[in-house]
């Protein structure tokens, strides 16, 4: 086959430069080139490009060296991409991480969520709380899972429904206590609204990190996070975390963003750095897209039994929600990082992890390959209140999606477990011919389950879009200059 250019080769334009970036995405090859290097390379897309008058024979030799340029048919190159991840996924030593479900419940009732929705016909069913003996055989079915201690992550992470309720105070803290005693730490996913009865559960050695939502300044967030009983949460969710942060413990802010609500990051950024929060070393904030297309969420976790269900519910909801409103991916990440561009703006934005990959990338010159899309597809166990085991916090209460049980000792349904943790890029179509696969691994196997594609199916999420704006802000970012 004659020479052209390779079907993995990213090609964008750095923003304020005529220059661009290329990357490769197998190679892991990444340069900076002149804008007729890249229309060269634009040209050779698919068909003879030997015709390179302007370019030199040492660039073209470069570029072949780099990968852009290729004598491999798409089969072949599709080949060798299916090669290298395979052998990566062999080798992956990836650690089993674990989380608590505490309970279903919340004491929350916010408008972009179905919890008070389905309560109303299984309110029984979702306050249920783990037992004490169903923690103690959770204990006991981690070490059945990966009898290698040292194949564990230490953080374990307490989840919901609302983990952190004050009538879970007794049992979380028996979940720690335990945990401690086998060299755990805790991570906790929560509102926020209870946080000053765990006084002492929040300390370093115990419950290490807590991330809260708060979804902007105090008028919009509390006609958004609204407590089943109080009026008002924002100050309350403030004082809270501002105690914890004295305290040491490692806060992360999340912001669920729609259209509503993206106009006010900014005065919400200004409230945190006149609060001072932004200098200390254990705070974070970070923006999330919420979509109600395929993913009306709880707080944390889907509230309910039957994945039809869910689906149903969700649709009806959030169609008569007036308070939200859907935005795409790509104008959600364009919004944040021209926002991430003013000065003394502290809310990072949630862009799929790209601007950390790159900026290793940049740094080091090395690309760190990624199979998988998350630790649903790695090792990751979910204990809920029930007995059930679940792989992924998007589809915890959906009896389809249990992955096993652990309340008789450990029980996995292979078949089921197969479907989370045999899929990777390889066992995805589309991935392997894509030239952005090893950065996003495949995209969110829950949100192609939404979409109705099955396990095996692609999540791209406007993946090329994002990348490609977060590739060309990385310039000036990282001062990256190579001739």
Known sequence: MHLHTSLYTINVKMKNSNRYF???????????????????????EGYNCSDGSQISQETIDLLKERGYLTYLSPTEEKNVVKKIAENIFKLNKIKNSFLFLVTYDCNFRCPYCFENEISGSGKAWSKKVVAKELVDKAYEVMLQIQPDRNRHQNNITLYGGEPLLLDNYEIVSYI????IDSGYVFNAITNGYDLNYYDELLKPGKIETVQITIDGIPEVHDKRRIHSQAKNTFYNILKNVEQILRNGIKVIV?????SSNINVLSKLSDLFCQRGLDKLPNFKIYSALVRGNNEAIACNAVMTRKAKEVFEISKNHLAKNATYENISRKDYTNECYDLMGQNDYVITCQDLGLKVKIKQLINSKK???QTEFCGAQTGMYIFDPYGDLYTCWEVVGMDEQKVGRYDNGLEIAENEILKWQGRNITTVEACSKCKYAFFCGGGCEAHALFEGKGHRASFCDSFPKVFQKVLSESYDDFSFKND
């Open 176 to 179: 720690v206590n335990k945990g």
């Open 367 to 369: 690309m760190a390959f």
């Open 254 to 258: 999340r912001v669920n963003i729609d």
């Open 22 to 44: 290329l990357m490769h995405g197998y190679t892991g090859a990444i340069d900076i080139v002149q804008e007729k290097v890249a229309k060269f390379l634009k040209r050779g």
